[in-house]
């Protein structure tokens, strides 16, 4: 899975914007300057602590029901969504040298039409990824 959606729990900082963390997702949280920059951060962070989850294959906890959550004075719940593929893309763009077999005659006949292998195997590769 790649898409998700968790409650983050909002406080103000007075004029300094908005602080927002996530219950279910330990060190996960971040704040803006105003509500626009923390649902942009809190996405970030989201996708961020997700993606390491993915990474270390540790266990992505189910995200709590709003009607689950304590909330203090002041603060508010907002649902937060990201797409962990979409985030590896944009961050992780290290390039990865592979050596790949193919046969004789297919390398032959891609090499008189000019095929870039590297970026044939990619545009295949993503297709077969998002399919």
Do not use: H
Request: aromatic share 12%; glycine share 4%; charged share 25%.
């Amino acid at each position: 899975m790649s898409k998700y959606s968790y409650p983050a729990i909002f406080f103000p900082e007075g004029e300094s914007g908005y602080s927002l963390r996530f219950p279910d997702l330990e060190g996960c949280y971040t704040c803006g300057s105003s509500m626009t920059e923390a649902l942009v951060m809190g996405e970030d962070v989201l996708a961020f602590t997700l993606y390491d989850y993915e990474r270390e294959q540790r266990t992505i906890p189910q995200p709590s029901q709003a009607s689950d959550l304590s909330l203090k004075e002041g603060e508010f719940i907002n649902f937060i969504a990201c797409d962990t593929i979409e985030y590896r893309k944009k961050q992780n763009k290290k390039m990865v040298k592979k050596t790949l077999t193919i046969p004789e005659w297919l390398n032959e006949a891609a090499t008189e039409r000019n095929i870039n292998f590297s970026q044939a195997l990619q545009e295949a590769l993503v297709a077969k990824i998002e399919s």
